[in-house]
């Protein structure tokens, strides 16, 4: 079983206490991936949520601007961060894809069952679900960023 401490240590789970957090310690698995493993593919179905506890995972999305083709890099995810939370959220189906950029550790969670969890405890469904929606929109600022850069990559090509 994963220990309190990390678990402590992961954004996603700020704010819960040490019973808390021994809940949800009994349902994680840990993996570890090559550099260069694909972890998910954009459109594939989400079943579990991971937390990075090592290494590095490149989350990244293929773009067609103009006769560019390229899979652009949104955001690089780094320790203690979440990653693959489509888990929580329906339709359940990935946004992009993730990628390890080096040898990574990863902890995974079955959404549903992370889910029953939040609904069975108002003080953790609470603290987790605000702490996703902090995770949610800064990624969708970074992919704003992300896909700005490569349209004016594309467009400076063009000229």
Known sequence: MVSVEVLAGFQLFEGLEGNELVEIAKLCRQRSYEKGAVV??????????????????????????????ARATIYVVRKGETFGWSALIPPHKFTASARCGQDSEVLTIDGQELMNILKGNEHIGYLVMRNLSNVISARLAATMVALRHQVQRASASRL
């Open 40 to 69: 998910f593919t954009s459109g594939g179905s989400a079943t579990d949520i991971y937390l990075l506890k090592d290494g590095e995972v490149h989350i990244q999305v293929e773009l067609v601007i103009y006769d560019l083709e």
